[in-house]
């Protein structure tokens, strides 16, 4: 079985986006801010970017490509 982590890391690798309703349906994650990070510290560049929709802000998040990547 895999981690939270590993789950959200594979989607967003997948080139999906995610936002903490998202990830609370699909991986049962209370806390994709804290697993945003966790990703973050594996070395993984995450842009959030802010969405304002129903009077109500959310952070959606998408995996960047990797800096090492583009030089290969």
Do not use: W
């Amino acid at each position: 079985m895999k981690s939270q982590t590993e789950a959200i890391l594979e989607h967003l690798n997948a080139g999906n986006t995610l936002t903490s309703l998202e990830a609370l349906d699909r991986f049962g994650c209370l806390r994709l801010a804290s697993r945003i990070t966790d990703i973050k510290q594996l070395g993984f560049d995450i842009e959030s970017t802010m969405i304002k929709r129903n009077n109500k802000r959310f952070a959606e998040y998408r995996l960047l490509p990797n800096k090492r990547d583009l030089f290969v």
